[in-house]
């Protein structure tokens, strides 16, 4: 009898079919070759069954049925895919094996074995575990079929994620929106996702930026000069500042210390999913799905790439030989002056940079495959193209450099400086055509590019920490001759907020649980208890938009109002676990141990269990939250003046807030006012939807801005804080007049 291959999706079945049956008859669901029939799941075509398929009661969303705990959890079939469903139910019938080649992870695990259960399938399974779609991957990995036993504990890790999270958001969700009188979402890991928003949205606003004063004296010695940072505490007097300032300028200076040290900068880690997911977005503004989907279509499409949905940022011993093809299928490419470049030296099993088995588990970083990248979109090119680099500056040397940190005194009073010589490019090479690449953006940056990524900018220009100087010229100093202060200027700095989260910081917090955690290799060993796993963060994400959680505002997420009433709900009924980050990052880890066979899947579930009976029996006592709760303020007030016009009084006589101008909508002809948190139509109920947050763009926004926005389309010159954080001055205007988009016009 032949043996049936069931793929995830088609493209992979077609792709398995040409590699081991390459004169496979098409049968447009299946292909049949001489030993093999090769069919494919469209994605899940099996699913947990909603709870009315338990007891028709369930149908209605009623707080007494609650909490809904199955003792034994029924599948359904997803009813759009249900034909294919069909097709490998026959097929398999006449075959007396199967090899599961779904994704190589616990998703693909889930996926085959719901099929296997609901088909009843009793023949035996063996596992097709590949990390790319070439042909000889894919020839190697039929020839080294495993059993699938060898992979039930990550299938019993796949089955418990899937049951814990159909029991925290079936009870979650039903027992807050029906308590609530509001459709609120619930998730096991997308509520704690949204508490990390709500969260630093409520630092940003409660944040009090203060003024300080910096003091920059510029310093020669003959040929050379450089910039020196006063050295103290804090200065917050600007009178005192400038008095420092004007006692060193032009005066003489002695270099107290002098040191002079040789240092490298070796390539940044090969990409694992989330890491790729991150970059696409800082550089092109890609959302966490959109990276997957093109990551996706790289290796199922183009077969360009090995397998993305991956933690790992290292490679097995096995794999050096298949990125050393990878590299001579570059040149002759759009590549070739960076391939011909490239080392094959550096990339060997002793680089633990790069190969470090101990810190691979399902599968290897993301690498290029030995196959020619042909007709790609702009869009896969970018991606595909920061892949290639990132491969590549794995065979170049480090970047090599000259510190030199000098302390000069003058008049007593201590400046220090840090000159960055440039000595060799190495790797940053690959990068030297890109802007901010191989010889730096500009002659200076910031501090230290690791800790201020690692930071995320939030706390930006309050260290007394001078920046790096860059130069590529011998930089030479006499310390034991004078220098001369030759200017010196105080300068007025602020605190900055912390920034909002984008996608990729969000993507990076949910990966370490919430923790800034500067420390790379702390980092790493978070990874088992992140939030979500790189498969899945894209799509909570996407679902925190979906229910109206969050917005996006050019790269920046904003909670919404409905957002914010979700976590102070949940955490006012006391259920606080529900919305912490440790806590679902904690049962991320007993996932994962689970999967290697270090945990038991039943305690993990009972667990699960108990804190969702806790969520009901916790939500059950909570008060009724108010109407208005879930509605932005602008509404709110919206509604308040709509009453007292409809009692035959102006909002003005009954206390309520003053109209302060029409709405700019057209034809709308409702008047804007004042709410607790923003500016709103009177004519709500009738689908305006234009609000303007009252704190827009790092700027509280006045009735008399508000005026001028609506009727000139513009603000007067302002001092703003733009999409990423960084302060600017420009006017605000009016975007779009029918939800009340507002955008920085810079002013040069």
């Not at 075959?95 to 616990?106: F, K, Q, Y």
């Not at 302390?407 to 440039?422: A, D, H, I, N, S």
């Not at 200027?489 to 917090?509: H, I, M, S, V």
Request: hydrophobic content about 35%; some cysteine.
């Amino acid at each position: 009898m032949k043996t049936l291959v069931i793929a995830e999706k088609p493209d992979m079945g077609r792709s398995i079919a040409a590699a081991i049956e390459p004169k496979a008859a098409n049968r447009r669901t299946h292909l049949v070759g001489e030993r093999y029939v090769i069919t494919w799941a469209i994605g899940h075509l099996i699913g947990l069954a909603e709870p009315d398929h338990y007891d028709d009661r369930y149908k209605k969303w009623n707080f007494a049925d609650l909490p809904i705990i199955p003792e034994t959890f029924k599948l359904l079939p997803n009813p759009k895919t249900k034909d294919q469903l069909k097709v490998i139910q026959t097929l398999a019938k006449e075959c007396g094996e199967i090899v599961n080649a779904c994704d190589a992870g616990r998703e693909g695990q889930l996926i085959f074995a719901y099929i296997r259960q609901h088909l009843k399938l009793r023949q035996p399974v063996k596992r097709l575990w590949i990390s790319d779609l070439t042909p000889e991957t894919i020839r190697r990995g039929f020839a080294e079929l495993k059993d699938d036993s060898v992979y039930e504990p990550l299938t019993r890790a796949a089955r418990a994620r899937s049951e814990a999270d159909w029991l925290i958001g079936m009870n979650g969700s039903r027992a807050f929106t029906t308590k609530h009188n509001e459709l609120l979402s619930v998730g096991r890991v997308q509520t704690p996702v949204l508490a990390l928003v709500y969260d630093r949205q409520k630092q940003i606003e409660s944040f009090t930026s203060t003024k300080f004063y910096e003091v920059e004296a510029h310093f020669s010695q003959r040929e050379t000069s450089y910039r020196g940072l006063w050295q103290g505490d804090r200065l917050t007097d600007p009178d005192k500042a400038r008095a420092i300032a004007a006692k060193v300028k032009d005066k003489p200076g002695t270099v107290v210390s002098y040191e002079v040290k040789d240092t490298k900068e070796y390539p940044y880690r090969l990409y694992d999913l989330t890491l790729l997911q991150r970059e696409a977005n800082a550089k092109f503004g890609f959302s966490a799905k959109k990276t997957l989907d093109i990551a996706q279509a790289l290796y199922e499409k183009h077969k360009v790439i090995t397998y993305p949905r991956t933690n790992s940022n290292y490679v097995n011993e096995q794999n050096i030989p298949e990125m050393h093809r990878a590299l001579d299928a570059l040149r002759g490419t759009d590549y070739e002056a960076l391939a011909s470049g490239a080392d094959k030296k550096y990339v060997h099993k002793h680089n633990k940079a790069v190969c470090n088995p101990a810190k691979v588990e399902d599968h290897h970083a993301i690498l290029p495959t030995a196959k020619r990248a042909g007709a790609l979109s702009p869009e896969e090119r970018k991606l595909y193209d920061l892949i290639i680099r990132r491969f590549l500056s794995h065979y170049y040397p480090p970047a090599e450099y000259k510190v030199h940190s000098i302390r000069t005194e003058v008049e007593g009073e201590p400046f220090k400086t840090t000159v960055k010589q440039l000595l060799g490019l190495g790797w940053k090479a690959i990068y030297e055509d890109e802007p901010g690449g191989g010889k730096d953006d500009g002659k200076k940056s910031r501090r230290s590019g690791k800790a201020a990524e690692s930071k995320g900018g939030d706390s930006a220009g309050e260290s007394n920490e001078p920046e790096e100087e860059l130069v590529d010229t011998p930089f030479v100093l006499a310390p034991e001759e004078p220098v001369h202060c030759r200017d010196a200027a105080a300068k007025e700095k602020e605190t900055q907020p912390p920034k909002p989260y984008t996608e990729g910081t969000l993507l990076k917090a949910m990966e370490s649980a919430g923790k800034q955690l500067e420390d790379e290799e702390l980092r790493d060993a978070m990874k088992d208890s992140g939030l979500g796993t790189p498969a899945t963060r894209a799509a909570i994400i996407e679902r925190l938009k979906n229910v109206g959680y969050i917005t996006m505002q050019g790269k920046r997420i904003t909670i919404t109002q409905k957002g914010r009433s979700a976590i102070e709900l949940i955490r006012g009924a006391g259920v606080e676990l529900l919305t912490s980050p440790e806590m679902t990052g904690q049962w991320e880890r007993r996932l994962n141990e689970i999967s290697r066979g270090q945990a038991a899947d039943d305690a993990f579930m009972e667990q699960v269990k108990k804190f969702t009976r806790f969520i009901v029996e916790k939500v059950r006592v909570q008060p009724r939250a108010a109407k208005t709760a879930f509605e932005p303020a602008a509404g709110a007030a919206a509604r308040a003046g709509a009453a007292a016009a409809q009692a035959g009084a102006s909002p003005a006589r009954a206390g309520e807030r003053e109209y302060i101008a029409a709405c700019p909508r057209p034809g709308c002809g409702g008047r804007i006012f004042l709410g607790n948190k923003g500016y709103g139509c009177s004519n709500y109920k009738t689908g305006c939807r234009f609000v303007i947050w009252k704190r827009s763009l790092g700027k509280t926004i006045t009735p008399a801005m508000i005026k001028s926005l609506v009727e000139k389309g513009r603000t007067n010159k302002l001092k703003l804080i733009d999409r990423s954080g960084a302060p600017i001055e420009g006017r605000i205007v009016l975007k779009d007049p029918n939800i009340g988009q507002v955008e920085i016009e810079p002013i040069p």
